[in-house]
């Protein structure tokens, strides 16, 4: 017999909980990541070292793809029409949590289950809500009422996974008769993975993609240059998508509005050298990332994370319109994909 199967369960379990933790970098080599013991929250040192190690998506993925060379889009300007001419703003929205390995797993009411990862989920008490930040106070009660969407995200880093909510509230009587989440949605990524959403899903975006992976958060803007795509919204959307969309809650109707995720790009020409340090990282990654259409909203408007070390950022409300360009979208099989 093996010799791992003459051990109780528990013990090996406890065993490889034990284990450091390791992240793959973009050249193949593993790095172990800081202990996690307890939930650690978005605006933290301790949140900004595993972000740090962690590697978010492959290299090859959609969201970390260099589209600086991208050719502009054909309709561009058409596209670009279609879009107010107002200026670019930031919400400072989507917070996070990072969880230990073996974050207990609670069940919730999922009230769209059909495109949503089943339970039960790894949801700790501190978890915060979009647009909740520590100097607020009062998180549970905000857990109870929220403010927009009510967005939740959760990395795992140990197992390179995160999970987002949408429409998350704590209700009493929700959860067979006692107070818990009840949440629209959830969605699970795999952070080592390309795979996309099945063909037609949503996510906690409309878009059917990750949040916490395009959203500004403080170790992108430390680093000089954000290094992944941004999420940003628009009004008007087709109800199609390209890839690496993978659904649309659009309602535009007309050959040149843009679909869900297609790609922006900041123009090189746009001056940004008398911007704040964060804000040109933010602007350096548009010229490099670029922008994906995300979801349904007010006009350029991209997410930033709520952390208050993330400073400078009303240089963005400098960007109109005019100052960007669609490119024509990378496929499922580009930039090494397979």
Not at 85 to 109: G, L
Not at 187 to 208: E, I, V
């Amino acid at each position: 017999m093996n010799a791992l199967f003459r051990f109780p369960v528990q013990s090996v379990m406890l065993a490889l909980l034990s284990l450091p933790a390791v992240t793959v970098l973009g050249d193949g080599s593993k790095k172990p990541l800081p202990p996690i013991t307890a939930p650690i929250m978005f605006n933290t040192p301790e949140a900004d070292k595993i972000l740090d190690e962690l590697q978010i998506f492959p290299p090859t993925s959609a969201y970390n793809e260099d589209i600086s060379a991208r050719p502009v889009a054909t309709n561009s300007q058409e596209m670009i029409a279609t879009t107010s001419p107002r200026r670019m703003a930031c919400n400072r929205d989507m917070n996070y949590i990072i969880i230990p390995p073996n974050q207990p797993r609670i069940p919730i009411h999922v009230v769209y289950p059909e495109n949503s990862e089943p339970g039960p989920y790894p949801i700790p008490e501190n978890v915060p809500v979009e647009n909740w930040k520590p100097s607020m106070g009062n998180l549970e009660a905000f857990q109870r009422k929220g403010v927009g969407d009510c967005h939740m995200l959760i990395l795992d880093p140990t197992a390179r996974q995160v999970y987002e909510f949408w429409g998350a509230k704590i209700r009493d009587g929700e959860v067979d008769g006692k107070t818990g989440w009840r949440v629209g949605n959830v969605t699970k990524f795999d952070l080592s993975s390309n795979k996309m959403r099945p063909d037609g899903w949503t996510s906690a975006d409309a878009a059917g993609l990750s949040i916490f992976a395009t959203t500004v958060k403080y170790p992108d803007v430390v680093k000089g240059e954000v290094p992944h795509v941004m999420r940003v919204t628009l009004k008007h959307i087709l109800k199609s998508y390209v890839y690496p969309a993978t659904h649309s809650d659009g309602k535009a109707v007309g050959a040149n509005f843009p679909r869900m995720g297609e790609r922006l790009r900041l123009k090189k020409s746009v001056d940004i050298s008398s911007f704040s340090p964060h804000a040109q990282a933010i602007a350096k990654g548009m010229k490099k990332y670029g922008l994906i259409v995300a979801d349904t909203g007010l006009d350029w408007l991209i997410s930033v994370s709520p952390d208050e070390r993330i400073q400078g950022t009303d240089d963005l409300k400098k960007f109109k319109s005019s100052d960007f360009e669609f490119v024509v979208p990378t496929g499922p099989k580009e930039n090494g994909r397979q």
